[in-house]
């Protein structure tokens, strides 16, 4: 698996005298146009591709949420048969956290990573690309199961051996097995990725110590997900093997153990949601300081109780199996454990908050979102917290509960947070802004809605309704509550149409943002709006911790806030000189590799060894044609004139610079 | 997958202006680092699960009925032997000595297939004594971990393969002595991986 690319990035200047290379396929070489999607393989085109097939599959899978909701909204609902509610739900799962939450942080860290350290682009560009096929290939592949006689239907932790074969004769777990297992090879290679980038890419003077918050929780997950892969990786292996060749694992007629999938789970599990809402503390870490025009309060604090999290997320995982019976010893470790997990948890709360406190507020929409996803995300922090004890978990496991719970941290604390982000961003990545006063109105009603969704779960869970039944009798008591969640998930529907509805239109009305609209800290807003395809016409050098901030403003004797006073002479940096960057060219081989993944994973769900081989033969086409081909073909050359901090005030957005070939035109030969 | 070099032509961009790295290790050795910590996870999960169903299986054949001891140590040997081979490998490529590199390539090749090959014998002779990946849990596990591992194998002969086939090209001078370094860390690891299993598989008595 270890793709050996040099680094992409040659040094400006540089006059490339090097020989052609012998592709077997003419090189892409356009940077615009509709095909261009599909060979790029700049990072930013590559965030802009996962936010917005990430925003796609958060469509479908909210749709499957209202189909759920439907069907409970009233007592014996008949919308959805039993069967078809198992596939839905364990999809609506399987989307959120797979196809939503992870690649829309991945989108995030793709695109503004990056910018934030002063690189030019990822460490690995092509396997970033191959990163994102991977994704949306697995993506696609697990839902061709619908046609192909049926979606998973184990829930997303799929317990075995309910999902072995005996127990689920039919393809619908194979999809799972295979489909997270292509979504896991994504994962993994984007984690490699920007490991390398954040560790080896930033800019002279970037320390550690440096680094925007973002990029901190960014490295954290990445590290989480270099490590948990493998592990749920083992699982799906062994279950896999199971279900198409036979093996013993999960058989407990011949001794194989009921606990083993549990526990690889879990360990790979628990990581995981921190996978899941450790990006989203980066962007409201970025959001809250810029609107409260406050350095975050407390950074090493924020930052080492992230690294915390990080590790003690590994010593936890128990705390989803208190009802599995490990013995009291194990039962009470898993507990206090889990107790503490809260503390560096609760220490960012408070450092956010402080960070508030005291600030002049401007209260924009990502600043609303941002202090939507703190006020939710400590309601589903404390109510984890109350799982942890572990008598009153055994009330809660399995109930509604616990539904609340994970909704109030992955919608109210991740989404929330990626909303933020959106809003925050926007501007940057297309140049305009999003519409705030539409923004402000989605946020009321995604905060209200949600609350009427979910909160109601809380009580439901107590009063003893489990998860994952698909329909209840008219006499329990949980017929009004249920009714109010209902029509709480139609008004966040409607909130996310009003999203939609603000991009178009703010789409069409084209506001110039301008390159640092919100007066931001952080370097991805001392480059232009939307960058260009070398972020930097010159690689920034850092000087301090919001290095942009430092540049704009200066403290008095007293303390006052006060700008930068102009400099005289700024006439000759005006006129930076021509600058001649290097930057990798586009390539169709990470979009041939990624392809045969799925070819391999219906030839074994369907046992044809000639398509086994056929996707294999695929994939190592890919990856040969991809390890020969140069990453910069020679002669593409993009010109650039270095324009440091021009400002942005006529409305007219970046015009794209002019791609040269030197030499022959488009010749690669 | 595999990994191998990129051409010439890049290289020497590369050589020409030296892009220095935060660290000053170059990017791929720290990628390759970080993905070999990560497969220390995945065996590390694959050995853990055969640890767990050591001793469970309700149906022989038992690993004492069917080990041929001797015979996987000449093996062991075999691949710990390939290790010198890659190390021997790496020297003549920095040396600038071509045609010793293409030697010690092949030499660690042909003792990677040697192992390979000797995994088929004797998962087949295993199989006519009648275990097989359904037998029991000693089967399923014991056939999961060393296959795995032996995948592992083959794909580093085949990495080896295209590097013997890229220098035949031309292709791969003093330059590219990173490639190969980098190609043996992760024969190294794979080996280290082998003594592991060896280890915990064929000589701790269950
Ligand atoms: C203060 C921190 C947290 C604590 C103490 C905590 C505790 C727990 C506990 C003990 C459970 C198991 C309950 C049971 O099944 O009986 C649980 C379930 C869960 N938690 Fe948390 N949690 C915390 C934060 C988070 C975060 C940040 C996320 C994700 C963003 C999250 C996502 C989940 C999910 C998805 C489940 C349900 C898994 C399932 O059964 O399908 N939790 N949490
Ligand atoms: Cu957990």
Redesign the interface.
């Known amino acids: 698996m270890a793709i050996v690319e040099r680094e992409p990035i040659a040094e400006a200047t540089l006059v490339e005298t090097a020989a052609p290379s012998a592709a077997a396929l003419r090189r892409p070489h356009a940077t615009t146009g509709a095909w261009s999607w599909f060979t790029t393989i700049d990072h930013k085109k590559i965030g802009i591709l996962y936010g917005a097939t990430a925003f796609v599959f958060f469509i479908v899978g909210g749709l499957e949420a209202l189909l759920i909701r439907l069907q409970l909204a009233r007592p014996n609902g008949h919308v959805l048969s039993a069967e078809a509610y198992n596939q839905i739900f364990t999809m609506h799962g399987l989307t959120m956290i797979f196809l939503v939450v992870m690649p829309l942080s991945n989108g995030f860290a793709n695109y503004i990573v990056p910018l934030q350290i002063g690189a030019r682009d990822v460490a690995f560009p092509r396997l970033n690309a191959f990163g994102y096929w991977v994704f949306v290939i697995g993506g696609l592949f697990l839902y061709s199961s619908f046609l192909l006689g049926g979606a998973p239907n184990g829930g997303w932790f799929n317990y075995a051996p309910l999902s072995a074969h005996q127990f689920a004769p039919g393809h619908n777990i194979d999809f799972y097995v295979l489909g997270i297992q292509i979504l896991g090879i994504a994962s993994l290679t984007s984690a490699v990725n920007l490991i390398v980038t954040i560790i080896n890419m930033r800019a002279p003077g970037m320390s550690f110590m440096r680094m925007p918050v973002f990029t901190w929780m960014t490295l954290v997950v990445n590290f989480l997900l270099l490590f948990a892969m493998p592990v749920i990786a083992v699982a799906l292996v062994l279950l896999t093997f199971d279900r198409l060749f036979g093996t013993n694992f999960f058989n407990v007629s011949a001794g194989g153990d009921p606990l083993l999938w549990q526990h690889l789970f879990w360990l790979f599990g628990h990581p995981e949601v921190y996978i899941l809402i450790l990006p989203a503390m980066g962007v409201v870490s970025e959001v809250l300081p810029v609107f409260s025009r406050k350095p975050l309060f407390g950074y090493p604090f924020v930052v080492f109780s992230g690294i915390a999290i990080g590790f003690m997320g590994w010593g936890v995982w128990a705390h989803h199996m208190f009802a599995a019976g490990l013995g009291p010893v194990a039962t009470s470790g898993f507990a206090i454990s889990t107790m503490l997990i809260a503390v560096p948890t609760g220490v960012k709360i408070f450092n956010w908050l402080a960070t508030i406190a005291g600030g002049s507020v401007r209260a924009k929409t990502p600043f609303l979102m941002a202090v939507g996803f703190v006020t939710m995300f400590v309601i589903g922090g404390l109510s984890g917290v109350t799982h942890s004890i572990v008598p009153a978990d055994t009330q809660q496991t399995d109930t509604y509960y616990i539904v609340a719970h994970f909704h109030y941290v992955l919608f109210g604390g991740s989404m929330f947070g990626l909303f933020a982000g959106f809003y925050y961003w926007w501007p940057k990545v297309f140049g305009y802004s999003l519409n705030d006063r539409i923004g402000k109105v989605q946020f009321w009603l995604m905060l209200i809605g949600f609350n009427a969704t979910f909160g109601p779960m809380h009580i439901l869970g107590l009063q003893g309704m489990p998860r994952r039944i698909y329909r209840y009798a008219p006499g329990m008591g949980w017929s009004t509550w249920n009714f109010i969640e209902t029509i709480g998930a139609f008004i966040i529907a409607f909130s996310v149409f009003l999203f939609i509805v603000n991009v178009w239109r703010s789409k069409r009305a084209q506001v110039a943002a301008g390159d640092d609209p919100w007066d931001a800290r952080t370097l991805e807003w001392a480059t232009s709006s939307p960058p260009p395809p070398y972020n930097f016409a010159e690689i920034p050098v850092v000087h301090s911790r919001d290095d942009l901030w430092r540049r704009k403003y200066v403290e008095d004797e007293d303390g006052k806030v006060m700008p930068v006073p102009p400099v005289a002479s700024t006439e000759e940096d005006q006129e930076a000189g021509e600058v001649h960057v290097h930057m990798p060219s586009p390539s169709y081989f990470p979009l041939v590799a990624a392809l045969g993944l799925p070819i391999i994973g219906y030839g074994l769900i369907y046992h044809l060894i000639w398509v086994d081989v056929i996707g294999l033969l695929v994939l190592l086409t890919g990856v040969y044609a991809w390890a020969l081909e140069p990453p910069t073909e020679p002669e593409v050359e993009i010109e650039a004139h270095g324009e440091p901090d021009h400002p942005d005030g006529d409305g007219e957005p970046e015009p794209v610079p002019a791609l040269t070939a030197g030499g022959t035109e488009g010749g690669s030969e | ?14 050589e ?2 030296p ?1 220095a ?3 000053g ?4 050795k ?3 680092w ?2 070999l ?3 220390c ?2 065996f ?3 050995i853990s ?1 055969y640890l ?2 050591r001793g ?4 022989g054949p038992y690993p004492h009925q069917i080990y041929d001891i001797p015979y996987t140590s000449v093996s062991s040997f075999v691949l710990l032997m390939s290790s010198l081979t890659m190390v021997l490998a790496l020297a003549a490529v920095q040396r600038g000595d071509t045609r010793r590199m293409r030697v010690w390539l092949l030499a660690t090749a042909l003792l990677g297939m040697t192992f390979v090959g000797g995994q088929a014998y004797e998962f087949t002779s295993f199989v006519r004594q009648g275990l097989t ?2 037998t ?2 000693f ?3 014991f ?2 971990l060393t296959g ?1 591992h032996g995948a592992h194998v083959t794909i580093g002969i085949v990495m080896l393969l ?1 590097l013997f086939g890229l220098s035949l090209r031309g292709k791969l001078g003093p330059e590219n002595a990173e ?1 190969v370094e ?2 043996g860390l ?1 024969w190294h690891f794979v080996d280290v991986v082998w003594i592991v299993i060896f280890t915990v598989v064929y000589l701790i008595p269950s």
Do not use: C, D, K, P
Not at chain 2, 1 to 14: D, P
Not at chain 2, 25 to 28: E, R, Y
Not at chain 2, 56 to 59: K, T
């Open positions: 997958m595999s990994a191998l070099a990129t051409s010439a032509a890049t290289t020497r961009t590369h020409a202006t892009h790295t935060s660290t290790l170059s990017n791929v720290l990628a390759v970080a993905f910590a990560s497969e996870l995945l590390g999960a694959l699960t767990l169903y469970r299986s309700i149906v990946l359904h029991n849990l089967g399923s596990s056939f999961v795995f295209s490639t980098l190609i992760y």
